[in-house]
């Protein structure tokens, strides 16, 4: 617990940016987009697609 009090804030701060981004992209809907991206690329590569 002492350790998680010690982290930088530059450290808290990349980790929160991240996750607001994170939000921002799952609220505009682009979670789906990469899905179906990953979907085609593994269909490729398996020689199904």
Do not use: F, H, P, Q
Request: with cysteine; net charge positive.
């Amino acid at each position: 617990m002492i350790r998680l009090l010690r982290t930088s804030r530059a450290g808290i701060l990349a980790a929160a940016a991240g996750l607001v981004m994170m939000a921002v992209g799952i609220d505009r809907g682009e979670m789906a987009v990469v899905l179906e991206k990953a979907i085609n690329i593994c269909m490729e590569c398996i020689g199904i697609g």
